[in-house]
């Protein structure tokens, strides 16, 4: 991401800077040849007077399963999937004529730089978008100042 944003994102499994991976790579290698090229679920960032808000497009999923932590100043939003490849046999009760979507696990963590009151963030999943508010720490986001060449 770049320099001047407040956080950045973490990438595992060959991931590349925006949150994608190579075809054929890593732990969504499967994945990424079933779905034409999106790795992890996509994210927007906005940013407030007041909050970052995450805004995870993550249709299908069981709330329930879905996982927040913070460690080491580092959020991971986690879901375990179902556990299925792309070589996994259907059941005897899912007989697909053809199948595009198959709710499977991912991670994505963010770097908050000491910009976020880890204390106060909150989560929630409505109409397949999990949104995650990230209350800005006043002592670490300053606004920017002009500065007057004489």
């Known amino acids: 991401m770049y320099h001047n944003q407040a956080f950045q994102s973490e990438h595992k499994y060959g991931c590349g800077p925006m949150g994608r991976g190579k075809f054929g790579r890593g732990k969504f290698a499967n994945f990424w040849r079933r779905a034409g090229g999106f ?7 906005e940013e407030t007077d007041e909050a970052f808000q995450v805004s995870l497009f993550a ?11 913070v460690k080491d100043d580092v959020l991971t939003i986690a879901y375990p999937g179902t556990g299925e490849t792309a070589n996994t046999e259907p059941t005897s009760q899912e ?22 009151i880890v ?9 397949g978008i999990l949104k995650v508010t990230l209350p800005k720490n006043p002592e670490t986001n300053k606004p920017a100042q002009t ?3 004489a």
């Open 95 to 116: 007989k697909y004529t053809y199948q595009e979507h198959m709710p499977n696990g991912f991670e994505r963590s963010f770097r908050l730089n000491n910009k976020v």
């Open 39 to 45: 790795g992890q679920p996509p994210v927007n960032i």
């Open 119 to 127: 204390e106060s963030i909150s989560a929630s999943y409505t109409d």
């Open 147 to 149: 500065i007057t060449v």
């Open 59 to 69: 249709a299908g999923l069981v709330k329930e399963n879905v996982t927040l932590s």
